[in-house]
Nanobody, 123 residues
Framework: QVQLVESGGGLVQAGGSLRLSCAASNLAFSSYTMGWFRQSPGKEREFVVSISASGDITNSAGSVKGRFSISRDNAKSTVYLQMNNLKPEDTAVYYC????????????????WGQGTQVTVSS
């Protein structure tokens, strides 16, 4: 059974940084695109950033470009989300997900999801 487990969320002040991790198990991690999405109360889950299987292609939402970056360590079956210059509007539950397609913001292309980790940014 594929498992994706996020960690690293927490409370941070505006302007601060956090690094999220997503550890994968029971899948050929290096064969899949990985993505990060987020969802805040009353809103739909939205795309944040994704990375190709080899790590050479990334795709970011405009709202996080220049502040967030994604990376992966295929030897550790882990994908990371580095978040800098955080803003209160970044407050959400952050989810990692797996896709069998090229990096895409389309959440329908992601078939396995983690349980999420809460990120709260105070002003």
């Amino acid at each position: 059974q594929v498992q994706l487990v996020e960690s690293g969320g927490g409370l941070v002040q505006a302007g601060g940084s956090l690094r999220l991790s997503c550890a994968a198990s029971n899948l050929a991690f290096s064969s899949y695109t990985m993505g990060w999405f987020r969802q805040s109360p009353g809103k739909e889950r939205e795309f944040v950033v994704s990375i190709s299987a080899s790590g050479d292609i990334t795709n970011s939402a405009g709202s996080v470009k220049g502040r967030f970056s994604i990376s992966r360590d295929n030897a550790k079956s882990t994908v990371y989300l580095q978040m800098n210059n955080l803003k209160p509007e970044d407050t959400a539950v952050y989810y990692c997900a797996r896709s069998n397609y090229v990096p895409s913001p389309n959440r329908n292309l992601y078939d396995y999801w983690g349980q999420g980790t809460q990120v709260t940014v105070s002003s």
